[in-house]
């Protein structure tokens, strides 16, 4: 172990500590930061995926609507820039997580995820948006033999709500992507597949100011109230009346105290190669491009991006009060077992490759691991978030969905029980962190050492938080 310690020291030794996905393109300037008093039919509170498609949609819905959207820092600063962008049908953090949560409400959640992935390739493709995306499927993969049945399980999930998927045994995962530690896999095939994020999100971004959406970086809301005129949302430089407004800000919100009732700042770790040699590439297989997850308790997931560079990510953390920006996660020393289970998994790799990025983002973590929505200022006002994973694509339903609540529409979604319902509160600082420190502990153990790791997790899990989904 100590040795491959070092050997991820020395592959992290000339590692950016940025999200590769921002730092892989050019620099673009904001927009203005609003320094005058306004008034708007709509405010859409933060920049990143969820606000982004809210705004499109709304003024898609309604060109004559007055749009507004606020960003704290700059658009995509948040987990929107950081994230694996595996995208899934899912709108619910997967079916497994879907029967969980709704069991009675699995099959229609399935064919909105349908729809939803249907909207977004529209949406793409309507607005002209290079974001290279790849249609290469999301697979499940079993890590040794005693992953199988969790295989297993996702086949036949895929298969229960109409998805097309294949089974693959290990030598049918051999010839799809060359690990040992890759015993099988369930691959769904369609609608599914990897996005460059930050060509994305600037994607969105052009589309919602080419629809009208009036558009503020570097404006954070400071405090909101409701008067007779409507909610006064008061930035740095101006203050807003606004008739409507969306908090789409899901992590970033956790320091609210209403908020972060029920959603945690959980960080999510990733590191990025240098690009893979064609060789390299002949060495690894993975020649459909999918994105994949696989079956350990401390789940790894990984992707190959455009220019071939391997993706490997999910290492998960908890920062005291919620810390959405941690000073330790700039440095080598979080990411080296990440890195150590990147050399199990591709042992090929091992003594020839580097990273040339690393970093972590913040999940909005829930008991319900997708999305919610709470209302403020009678309902004039709503947070949609908790995205826990997926949220690439999942946030354009949430955005939807919090939308038409927002606006009190009668549709067959908002009487649905995902929209009706919150998550289960999620205890407050000290013992949150002490909770989620030993958590995290069984969670990179546990696979190793077992115990009292696997009572704890039972535990954990038992009370509303599935952290091995």
């Not at 229960?160 to 294949?166: C, N, P, Q, R, T």
């Not at 949609?384 to 946030?395: E, I, N």
């Amino acid at each position: 172990m100590a040795d491959t310690a070092q050997q991820a020291l020395n592959a992290l030794s000339d590692t950016r500590f940025t999200t590769y996905w921002l730092d892989s393109l050019d620099p673009v300037a904001d927009e203005a930061t609003l320094e005058h008093d306004t008034s708007c039919d709509l405010l859409v509170v933060g920049g990143g995926f969820c606000g982004l498609w809210a705004a499109i949609q709304a003024r898609e819905q309604d060109p004559g609507r007055d749009v507004m959207l606020i960003e704290a820092k700059s658009v995509a600063n948040g987990a929107s820039g950081r994230p694996a962008a595996i995208m899934s049908t899912s709108v619910m953090h997967g079916i497994d997580n879907t029967e969980r949560i709704f069991p009675n409400d699995v099959a229609e959640l399935e064919q909105l995820g349908r729809e939803n992935m249907d909207g977004f390739q529209q949406t793409v493709e309507r607005y002209d948006i290079d974001c290279d995306l790849e249609w290469g499927g999301e697979m499940k993969v079993s890590i040794g033999d005693e992953g199988l049945a969790r295989v297993e399980e996702d086949y036949q999930l895929y298969l229960k709500y109409g998805h097309e998927a294949v089974k693959l045994d290990k030598a049918g995962m051999q010839a799809e992507i060359k690990s040992p530690l890759f015993h099988g896999g369930a691959w769904s095939k369609k609608r599914s597949g990897t996005v460059h994020p930050g060509k994305l999100v600037r994607g969105l971004k052009q589309a919602a100011l080419k629809l009208g959406v009036r558009l503020y970086e570097n404006t954070p809301q400071l405090s909101n109230h409701k008067t007779g005129e409507g909610i006064i949302v008061e930035t740095p430089g101006a203050k807003i009346t606004a008739r409507k407004v969306l908090l789409a800000t899901n992590a970033w919100a956790a320091g609210h105290h209403h908020i972060s009732r029920r959603v945690a700042a959980i960080r999510d770790r990733i590191v990025v190669t240098e690009p893979l040699t064609e060789a390299q590439m002949q060495e690894v297989g993975w020649q459909h491009r999918q994105g994949i997850y696989d079956t350990r308790t401390q789940l790894n997931y990984m992707r190959l991006t455009a220019d071939n560079r391997i993706l490997f990510g999910g290492r998960l953390d908890y920062f005291y009060g919620n810390d959405t920006d941690p000073a330790l996660d700039k440095t080598p020393q979080p990411f080296i077992r990440l890195v150590q289970s990147f050399y199990r998994t591709f042992p090929q790799l091992a003594d020839e490759i580097k990273f040339s990025h690393a970093w972590s983002g913040p999940i909005g973590l829930t008991t319900r691991m997708a999305v919610h929505y709470q209302k403020y200022h009678d309902g004039d006002m709503v947070f949609a978030g908790g995205y826990s994973g997926f949220g690439v694509t999942a946030s354009r339903f949430g955005a939807r969905i919090g939308l038409a609540i927002l606006d009190q529409l009668d549709i067959p979604e908002t009487r649905m029980q995902f929209a009706r319902t919150m998550p289960n509160y999620i205890p407050p600082e000290p013992f949150r962190w002490i909770g989620a420190k030993i958590t995290m502990y069984a969670l990179d153990t546990l696979d190793e050492k077992g115990g009292w790791r696997k009572l704890w997790i039972a535990i954990v899990q038992k009370m509303g938080f599935p952290i091995t989904l």
